[in-house]
């Protein structure tokens, strides 16, 4: 009893740890693009940062099968593409006011974040 009641509350809290607590480490946009991978519930990279009032190309690659990888939203800037299994999708940003956005699947279990500075 006391095992399972140990083992409940270690999940309880890498569940809270995922969801709330993990910060991804930040990937710096050097070059006009980067590649995305969409893959095992996760973007990779997550976290990305690019230079305000530049165009950059984001390339998006779908590995994952999962019906909820299929559409990326960007909703403050008003994208919403659909993502093709193993292509890639560009998708092209210009002239970015600094801030922080936020770019998900359409049940945000995708989840990244596009910070402009």
């Known amino acids: 009893m006391i095992i399972i009641n140990i083992l409940g509350l270690a999940l309880i809290a890498l569940i809270a740890w995922w969801f709330w607590l993990y910060k991804p480490t930040q990937t710096r946009v050097q070059e006009q693009s980067l590649t995305i991978e969409v893959k095992d ?3 990779t990279p997550s976290a990305i940062q690019v230079t305000a009032h530049q165009t950059v190309t984001l390339n998006f690659l779908r590995k994952d099968h999962s019906p ?50």
Do not use: N, W
């Open 41 to 43: 519930g996760v973007y």
């Open 68 to 117: 909820c990888s299929e559409m990326l939203l960007i909703p403050s800037l008003g994208v919403s593409e659909q993502l093709e299994l193993d292509k890639l999708t560009a998708v092209t940003l210009s002239d970015l006011a600094p801030g922080e956005y936020p770019f998900h699947c359409q049940m945000q279990m995708y989840r990244g974040t596009l910070t402009v500075v």
